[in-house]
């Protein structure tokens, strides 16, 4: 019962370029949104976040986008750096405070 | 001075050990959790502790044990050993239990 979906394993995106990852949830409870970055051999860290009140969010280079109606969210990075490359985990939570995980999309930023 | 600090990094024992994996963390959080990440590469929570109140996954089976001596450790025990515990376990910590996720490194435990 997949309640977070991350429906793209994997993404290249050239450097410079927009990269978008997507997330897809089911759960109506879910009011809190979260993604985390993770390198190789590291645990998932904290990148940006979400609430369901609000349509979007931004951090620098990173936006996160909320369609609550679609029960869908995106991160875009912009620009893309080699620097990016890494997991990016999308989470959800609501109802309970320990957050619901995707299983992941593996970005490769090219040079 | 490693903020949640999980060991050891690599465990690999046969089928049928009891195990142990440690963790802590020097934040000075109230919660911590245990995930696994599957071969699937889900982030699956199965344990939280927070203000000594453990919340549990129910589909964890009750081989897996979570052990908090205090509120800097979360250490994990799993009795009897099956090929399918094989996965990389996470522990994490937050600030209160709606803060973002601080997470250790992993410990990846290999059942033969």
């Known amino acids: 019962d997949q309640q977070v979906k991350q429906n793209s394993p994997s993404l290249s995106v050239q450097e410079g370029r927009i990269s978008i990852l997507n997330c897809d949830y089911t759960?109506?409870?879910?009011?809190?949104f979260l993604w985390y970055k993770k390198y190789p051999a590291e645990g998932p860290t904290f990148l940006i976040s979400?609430?369901?009140?609000?349509d979007k969010n931004e951090d620098g280079r990173f936006t996160v986008f909320l369609n609550k109606s679609a029960k869908h969210l995106s991160l875009h990075i912009v620009p893309s750096q080699p620097g990016d490359s890494a997991v990016y985990f999308c989470?959800?939570?609501?109802?309970?405070?320990?957050?619901?995980f995707g299983r992941g999309t593996s970005l490769i930023v090219h040079p | 001075d490693t903020a949640v600090s999980q060991t050891p990094k690599y465990l690999v024992t046969q089928m049928g050990n009891d195990k142990s994996i440690k963790c802590e963390q020097n934040?000075?959080?109230?919660?911590m959790y245990w995930y696994k990440q599957d071969s699937k590469k889900f982030l699956k929570i199965m344990f939280s502790?927070?203000?000594?109140?453990?919340?549990i996954n129910e589909t964890v089976p009750n081989r897996f044990s979570p052990k908090s001596p205090d509120k800097a450790h979360l250490n994990l025990h799993i009795n009897s050993l099956e090929l399918g515990d094989s996965a990389v376990y996470f522990c994490?910590?937050?600030?209160?239990?709606?803060?973002?996720?601080?997470f250790g490194n992993g410990t990846r435990l290999t059942v033969t």
């Open positions: 994490a910590s937050s600030q209160e239990p709606n803060s973002p996720l601080h």
């Open positions: 759960n109506s409870m879910f009011d809190y």
């Open positions: 979400i609430s369901s009140i609000k």
């Open positions: 989470a959800a939570r609501g109802g309970s405070y320990i957050p619901t």
């Open positions: 934040l000075g959080h109230d919660t």
């Open positions: 502790y927070n203000n000594k109140e453990l919340i």
